[in-house]
Every structure is written in C-alpha cells, then in structure tokens.
C-alpha cells in the first residue's frame, strides 16, 4: 500500500477512541505497550494520527512510541487486509516450490511481501513455518490451510476471500 | 559499609562498594576504551569495547557495569582484553565507512583512535553494510547515518538530559538506526538543536555544518570564553583558525553548565563575523552616514558633549549601557558619565526585570536569583511557575528535569503544557494571570497544614500574622474558582513543596508583564520563607535574566542611584569614596532611570545620550515613543557591533567589538563572575568598548591610565567589597561568586545563609486583582523580555545575524 494511500485513511482516524483507550493509562508511562496493542486492535494498525495522540497525552517522544513499535513485530505501522495471506518459508515448502507460489501470488495482487493490496483485501507475509510440512508448499489465508499448492491453483483460492 | 580493595594491572586501589571497574581504573589513570558510556547517562554495557580481565571470572565482563569485588584482579589490556576489542573493532568496521581522509571527525574520532591504538586497519568481516541516506534538512548539522555505531549517547542526552526526545533508537537487528519518529527528518522532529548529541558524538556521525571543510581539531587553538546570550553564562570554547571562530564546544567541567548548552551557545556567535559589523566610526552629515577617522569622531563627540553641557547644565547628559557589555565595560561607562557631572546613567532593557528586582530587594534586601545553578540538580521539590525554562534558560530546564529523575518531587503551574510537564509530578494549568491567586493559596495551605518552618520564621523573619491574616481568605475552594484548577490539586502541590526538606521555586526575571510585577516575586519570597527554604543549599529563589551580563551591569553601577553593587549615591561616605578613587566630585543628585526618560516623558533636561551596546528602539514595545526621543536630541552617540535601529538614529556611530574579540568579566545570574579570553581580532578599525571608553576618557581630559581591564578590574575589587576578593589570576581557573571578600575566600554559593541583607526577611502581603490578571491575559502576547522566545533575543540584534534565526520552533518574537 502506497504512503499516499495510508496517509489518505490516516485521515479519518477517531481520536475519541484513542482518548477512552488512554483514559484508565493516564499517568502511568509503563504502560505504554498495552495501549499501542490496543490501539492497534482498534484500528488493525497504528495510525501516525493515534501515534501522536498516545505521545502527547501520554507525555511520551514520538520517538521513543516509535522505537517501541518498530522494535516489536508484532505493532503494524500500515493498515492490515480483512485476509491475511501467510506463504510458508520452511525448508519442506521451499524444497517443494513455494518461491514459485509467492511469486504467483505477488503478481496477482501486484504487492509485495509484508505489503497489503490498496483496496485493503489482502496482506501478504512470509512465515518460517506453518507447521503442516506434508501439505507443502502450503500457505494459510486468515485460518485456513491450503496445501499441496501450484502456481496455477492460486488465483482460484484466492478469489474465495472478499 | 567499608571500601573495596582490589587490584588493576598491578596497581591497588580501595574504593566505595558499587564502584564499577571503569570509573576505579580512571581513578588510577588507566585509559579503558569506552563508546556507550557517559558519566552523567545510566551505564548499558552495550558496546562491549570496555571489557577487561577478571581472573577466576569466566568471561570477560563489560568494566563499565561490572562493580568492584574484593579482592578482584583486573587486567586492562591483557591479550585476551586486547583481542577482543579489536574483534569489536573489526566488527565496527565491517559496516562503518573509511572516508576518514575526508570526515570531518577525524583527530577526534573515537573509532578512529582506538582502531589506531590497537592496529585495527580495515575488518576481516565482509557483508552488508548501511545505505541510509543523509539527513541535511535543517540549518545547522547534518546527519550520516552510516557512520552511527548505536552507542546510543546521543538517545539518552536528548531523551533524559534535554527532554526534547527528538530521537531514539528505531527498528531492530542490522537496520537499527538512530532517528527521530517515522524517520521524519531532524527538522520537522521535537529537536531544539541544542547539539549535545553532536558534541558527544563519538564518531562523525553528526557534524555541524559551520565547521565543514574549515579545519581540523589539532589545527585550531580552543580560546575560553563565556556564552553571550541569557544570564546563566555557560562556558564555552571557541574554536579558532586563522582569526575565524569556527566552532563552538561546551566547557565539560564547568560549574555552570557542566558540559550542557542550547541552540544559542551551540549555534548563536557566528554574528561576531557577520558581514553587517560596522567598521569605522561614522558620522552623519546631511542625513548620511560618512565613515571618518576615530580622532574626527572622538573630537565631535567631546567637543558636542561639553558645548551641550555648558548650555544645559551637566544633567544634560545620559548614558545607557548594555547588560550584553563586560563589568569593565560597565564600570567604565559609568565612571565616565559620573566623571561627567551626572547620575544619569542606567541600561534600558532592565526594565523588563524591574518588578523582580524590586521584589527581591523588598523581601531579602538582595535582587540577585539565591542559590546557584547546580544546586538545583539535588533539589527534594521544585515549583516551575510562570517560566518556561526550556525556551529562555534551558540549563535550568535540564538541572530540574535532573532532579526530577533523581526523584524530587516537581510541581509545574504554567498556562501552557511546557516541557517539564513531561516529568512533572504535579501539573496546575492554571488560568493565565492567576498567579498570585495560586501563590496565596499555596501558602494558605502550607500555614493550615502546619507545613510552616516555625524556628525559621520565629529567627529569620518579620510580618507573618500579617501574611496569615492576607492569605486567610485564599482556601483551596477559593483559589480553586479563580484559577479553574482542582482543590485536590492544589492541597497536593502544596504539600509537595511545603514538606520538602529541600525546595526550591524556579521563575523568571521577565515575568512582569504576565502576572502582575513585584507582588508576584514577593509572594514567591513568601513561600520560600514560610517553609525556610532559602539561605540552605538547593532551595531559594531562581529569577534568571534575559541577558548575559544583566546581574553584572547592576553590579557594576550603571543605574542612576547606586555605584557598584548597591553602594547608595546618597550616602556620603560612598561618594566620598568614589570621588578620591576617581579623582572627580560625584554629584548626589540620583540621575533618572532610562524608562523615566524613554516611557514616562520625564527627559525634556536630556539633551545628549550616549549608548553603549543597547538598542531601545527596538526592544520593547515603545517605539514610537523611544525614537520620537531619541530624534529630538540635540547630540546622540551609538556605540554598537551593528548598524540598529537606534543606531540609524545617531549623529555619531562608534563601532565596537563583539564578544569573541575581547577581553573581560561577566557576571552571571549565580552571582559567578567569569573571565572570558580574546579568540580573534577584531575587524577594521573596531576596538573593545573598554578601550573606546578610555580613550574617550582622555580626550575629555582625564588621566585614566589603564592597560587593559584587568587594571580596571583591580580597581572595581578595591571599590566593591563583594568584588574585593576577586581577581583575574584567581579566576584563569574558575569562575568565583560574590560575596568574596577575601583573595582567600572561596566565593559564595548561595546567598542569605545566616541574615538577610535587609536583616529579617519579609513577609509581604499581597492580594491577587482580577484587573491586573485581565491584563497581563492581553499582555501574554506581546510580552516584552528578550531572551524569552527561545532563540531570539535582545532585540534580536545579534540572533537576526545568526544561524540560529532558522529555528523557529519557540519563536514568538
């Protein structure tokens, strides 16, 4: 997703919501890591606008909010997709082609890895292992597994999800 | 609990438990490497160049958090040690460019010395290495990313010295960096470019801009000297090449400043060689300035002067100094005007700070801020209020946030969300104007709560069932209403500083305006003394001044009614004094004040002005009135670095040297006065306003035979008995804060230890007036005192030539 495209949706955040997320927290800078969690699970992601809102209320650098969540994976700086794609990187997979699935995948969507499609449908990662090495290549969108993966199965799975 | 004895490469040492290995090796002298470690930040133990040898230990450990343990033996460069570090070397290498041939660090780079002391010449370790790009977007430093180790120093000055928290370590692993948030360029971050983080930068990872490609470190001569700008004269070394300062470092061991500046010591005295100096004297013919010989100018002003004096009478004449010139400078100035015939004598931007002064001098009999700078550091409790320490003295600002840290308890009462909030226990965002209000009801609260210091206020004071019977009416419920605050806040805030064992009160000298005047201070005054928190160490009264050398011009006597240091004109034994000293009857006749003559009309017997250094037109908000004066003279003479406004004004301009080209004293606000040495020569025909002065002495026909100002310091010591132990030999070494009454005397660290100088301190009551509030609210945005807006300052005279005009960020001005 382009910075243009998540700054225009940076736009339009409700920084109420981050207020009543802040309010119980008021005071106590330790606890800075569950509110940006659930600030994130609010938004799906951590809007700058929200960012900037916890720093000033919270009287905490923007730097330092920042270097909290860029030190952690587990805090997303751009908005999530309603599927999450996750294409296992494991050597089971690997061996069995899951570059060429990737590869596949990123040209449908035109994203990269780590990046979510404009319209917001889809996020696509990479993960070590999903832990079903006998269906390999697999990949798992949002809870579902989907193993034993060709190129050319791609397309049709992933025009299941909305 | 006893010391620790243990041994470091062969040598016995015994220290205090809790002593890491670093710091009892440096106090044997031995040169452990560091790059993560800073005295004054919590050790991290990050880099791991300080490791040593433990013998029986298992592995080496890092010396810079490794505490001593009896008996310990410790090798600091065994080989072991010594092939570790240079692993780390190489390792540092691996991603670090060697473009020394061209960084601008190079003679001063840790990396680069260390790689030298251990033969470290290219790395063994090829990868990945940086491509970040550069961040050159603001004014004054840029910033190479690709060079940054990730000591992390740079983090913790700006994050807990400062408090600005422009930067911090982001991401992880290998793309670590080092930067502000969502890698926003320095500009756009919360930076105030104070340049700590570059004066402790230990490679070139951030280089200032005025230095680029102007000299190398063992090419310049470092030249101490004294920070122009507010009155808390940080020490500063300039660095200079070929009669250019080319730079600027803090001085690491100061007293004042302890190797911390702002934007303004950091970045603000490239005016000294700004092409706007004027150069020669001038004279203005027909409406324009014609540049003429010094004896052409000096024969006019003489020979104008006394025409006017022998018409007019000798009050004819007023002088205006500048709280920017040296003590020499202003004693000089006085002692020439006096020599005249007339008290008329006084600096225009005092004003600002009138009501403080006024304040003070009412309930201490002394105007001078208590207790000295660093004594705040170790404050229990500090109330901030109507100041912004940040914007106009940010020393303070980084002493108080030190002591807040160290756990004092902090009570911040500011209309605007100011920085110490950050760190603040108790933050009181009271309404603008209501001060006083809140003052009151802090003392209210601290007498019913029986937080009074009753031994001090039965032997030190005077007035207090008065102040009582005054305060009575402001309950918290009260006060609550007026300042839109809660009462529950208000009780808290109260007790925080009323059971401090130590608390100090850190304000403003320029505070008039916003809150009221002198009753402000005094109710300030009221409050140190109910609870004996003044005449002790880290407590009293902070009341900073705008400008460097405002607490030494008053010193120095240039205000109408006093000679130096508050010696009253109308006392005979102290004309009579001056006058054999000087060898001139000096009048009894108190001159007028410089706003009598500027603001109240009072000036239709002023003729002829002479100012030194001062540019009234613009300072402050009576233009129209100051310049209708100062057009109506018959003779006006401006000597001053630049052409200003009230420059513009005069028949003649007398160019004078900046600081940096100039020897002399300052005094700053902790009562310190300090040396500050010549670094260049100045430009054209300018000379110091010291040398200006006494040769204009002499064409006026007196026999002032000076050889520099050290003489006349020699000669302000023998008049001045807070002075009288001070001498430039004693303060080559450091600076020495009056009282000092002796040449073995140590100085004076804080005032008021065991009497006021007006006796008893005096408890005054004052009562808050909602019209004065509704005033100072109109006022709140023209407030006049310079030095208040972050980088711009005195008129703007000097700052409007400077780098430091680009920072904009604190700017009201």
């Given at each position: 997703m382009s910075n243009e495209a998540v700054a225009e949706l940076n736009q339009?955040?409700?920084?109420d919501q981050v207020d009543s997320i802040i309010e119980p927290y008021l005071?106590?800078?330790?606890m800075v890591i569950p509110i940006l969690q659930k600030v994130q699970d609010h938004f799906g992601y951590l809007p700058r606008p929200a960012m900037e809102h916890v720093a000033r209320r919270m009287r905490i650098p923007l730097s330092r909010l920042y270097g909290v969540t860029t030190f952690?994976?587990?805090?997303?700086?751009k908005p999530r997709g309603r599927n999450i794609i996750r294409v296992c990187k494991g050597t089971a997979c690997h061996i069995q082609g899951s570059p060429k699935i990737s590869e596949r995948i990123e040209q449908i969507l035109d994203v990269e890895s780590g990046e979510t499609t404009d319209d917001l449908r889809f996020t696509l990662e990479e993960v070590a292992?999903?832990?079903?090495?006998?269906?390999?290549p697999v990949i798992m969108i949002n809870d579902d597994p989907h193993g034993r993966?060709?190129?050319?199965?791609v397309k049709d799975i992933l025009d299941i999800y909305e | 609990m006893s010391a620790i004895k243990l041994t470091i490469d062969g040598q016995e040492i015994e220290v205090a438990p809790g002593t890491t290995i670093l710091e009892a090796a440096r106090q044997l002298g031995i040169d452990i490497p560091t790059f993560?470690?800073?005295?004054e930040l919590p050790p991290n133990?990050?880099?791991?160049?300080?490791v040593v040898e433990v013998e029986k230990a298992r592995a080496l450990v890092a010396s810079c958090v490794a505490p001593v343990g009896p008996d310990m033996v410790v090798h600091t460069e065994s080989e072991r040690v010594v092939n570790a570090r240079k692993n780390n070397l190489s390792l540092m290498l691996a991603n670090h460019?060697?473009?020394?041939?061209?960084?601008?660090?190079?003679?001063?780079?840790k990396l680069q010395d260390y790689c030298y002391r251990y033969g470290?010449?290219?790395?063994?370790f090829k990868g990945e290495v940086k491509d970040l790009p550069y961040d050159?977007?603001?004014?004054f430093f840029l910033r190479?990313?690709?060079?940054?180790?990730?000591?992390?120093i740079c983090v913790g000055k700006c994050q807990q010295?400062?408090?600005?928290?422009a930067i911090d370590f982001t991401k992880r692993g290998f793309i670590t960096n080092v930067g502000p948030g969502f890698e926003d360029a320095i500009e756009e971050s919360?930076?105030?470019?104070?340049g700590m983080c570059i004066d402790n930068?230990?490679?070139?990872?951030l280089i200032p801009k005025?230095?680029?490609?102007?000299?190398r470190p063992w090419q310049t001569e470092s030249v101490p000297s004294v920070c122009p700008?507010?009155?808390?004269?940080c020490n500063i070394n300039l660095h200079v090449k070929d009669n250019q300062v080319i730079g600027v470092s803090p001085v690491?061991?100061?007293?004042?400043n302890r190797g911390h500046l702002c934007v303004q010591g950091k970045f603000g005295w490239d005016f000294v060689h700004?092409?706007?100096?004027?150069?020669t004297p001038l004279v203005k013919n027909d409406g324009v300035f014609i540049q003429v010989s010094w004896e052409e100018a000096l024969d006019f002003i003489v020979d104008s002067i006394k025409d006017i004096q022998s018409r007019?009478?000798?009050?004819?004449l007023m002088g205006i100094s500048s709280p920017k010139a040296s003590n020499e400078e202003n004693y000089l100035f006085q002692k020439l005007v006096r020599s005249l015939g007339t008290n008329n004598v006084d600096s225009y931007t005092k004003r600002c700070h009138a009501s403080a002064v006024d304040g003070m001098m009412d309930a201490?009999?002394?105007?001078?801020?208590?207790?000295?700078?660093?004594?705040?550091?170790?404050?229990?409790a500090a109330l901030v209020i109507g100041a912004n320490p940040a914007e106009s003295h940010p020393i303070l600002d980084y002493r108080v946030r030190e002591a807040a840290q160290k756990g004092a308890k902090l009570i911040v009462a500011t209309p605007d969300l100011i920085e110490l909030v950050d760190v603040s226990n108790y933050y009181l965002p009271l309404k603008q104007g209501t001060e006083l209000a809140l003052l009151n009801g802090l003392a209210n609260v601290i007498i019913a709560e029986g937080l009074i210091d009753q031994d001090f206020i039965n032997k030190r004071t005077e007035g207090f069932d008065q102040l009582k019977k005054a305060v009575d009416k402001y309950t918290p419920e009260y006060v609550a209403q007026i300042t839109g605050l809660d009462e529950e806040e208000i009780r808290a805030a109260a007790r925080a500083y009323g059971s401090a064992e130590k608390a100090a009160i850190v304000s403003d000298a320029g505070v008039d305006k916003q809150t009221g005047g002198s009753d402000f201070v005094k109710a300030l005054a009221n409050l140190a003394l109910l609870t004996g928190?003044?005449?002790?160490?880290?407590?009293g009264i902070y009341l900073p001044?705008?400008?460097?050398n405002l607490q030494g011009s008053a010193d120095m006597g240039?205000?109408?009614?006093?000679?130096?240091?508050?010696?009253?004109?109308?006392e005979k034994e102290v004309r009579d004094k001056f006058s054999k000293a000087w060898g001139v009857e000096i009048s009894d006749n108190p001159g007028l004040t410089a706003e009598d003559v500027?603001?109240?009309?009072?000036?239709?017997?002023?003729?002829v002005m002479y100012i030194m250094g001062e540019n009234p037109v613009a300072c402050g908000g009576e233009k129209e009135k100051v310049t209708g004066f100062l057009e109506k003279l018959d003779f006006l003479v401006v000597q001053d670095m630049f052409m200003t406004e009230t420059a513009s004004l005069a028949d003649v301009v007398l160019p004078a040297a900046a600081f940096a080209e100039k020897l002399g004293t300052y005094t700053n606000i902790e009562r310190r006065v300090q040396l500050s040495q010549p670094a260049v020569e100045p430009p054209g025909e300018v000379f110091a306003d010291w040398a200006v002065l006494v040769e204009l002495a002499e064409w006026f026909g007196?026999?002032?035979?000076?050889?520099g100002p050290e003489e006349v310091f020699e000669e302000i010591a023998s008049l001045t008995p807070e002075y009288s132990g001070i001498s430039y030999q004693r303060l080559v070494e450091q600076g020495l804060q009056w009282?000092?009454?002796?040449?073995?005397h140590p100085g004076t660290?804080?005032?008021?230890?065991?009497?006021f100088n007006r006796g008893q301190g005096l408890f005054a009551p004052v009562e808050y007036d909602p019209e004065t509030a509704a005033i100072s609210e109109k006022d709140a945005a023209v407030?006049?005192?310079?030095?208040?807006?972050?980088?711009?300052?005195?008129?703007?005279?000097l700052t409007r030539r400077s780098v430091i005009q680009a920072f904009k960020k604190s700017c009201c001005i």
């Open positions: 339009d955040i409700d920084l005071g106590k800078k330790e952690y994976a587990q805090f997303k700086l292992c999903i832990g079903c090495c006998a269906l390999a993966l060709t190129p050319d199965k | 993560c470690y800073d005295p133990g990050a880099c791991r160049i300080c460019p060697l473009d020394c041939i061209t960084c601008e660090k190079t003679g001063e780079c470290v010449a290219s790395t063994e050159d977007t603001n004014e190479d990313m690709n060079k940054c180790i990730l000591c992390g010295v400062v408090g600005a928290g919360t930076c105030v470019f104070c930068c230990p490679v070139g990872a005025y230095v680029t490609g102007k000299g700008y507010c009155s808390l004269g690491e061991e100061s007293p004042v700004s092409g706007d100096r004027v150069t007019y009478g000798a009050d004819a201490f009999g002394n105007a001078a801020t208590t207790n000295s700078i660093d004594e705040l550091a170790a404050v229990d928190n003044v005449g002790r160490e880290s407590t001044y705008g400008e460097n240039t205000l109408p009614n006093n000679l130096t240091c508050y010696q009253h004109i109308k500027f603001e109240s009309g009072i000036n239709s017997s002023i003729k007196f026999d002032w035979d000076y050889t009282p000092c009454p002796a040449e073995d660290k804080y005032l008021h230890e065991d009497s407030c006049c005192a310079p030095g208040h807006h972050g980088c711009q300052c005195l008129s703007e005279t």
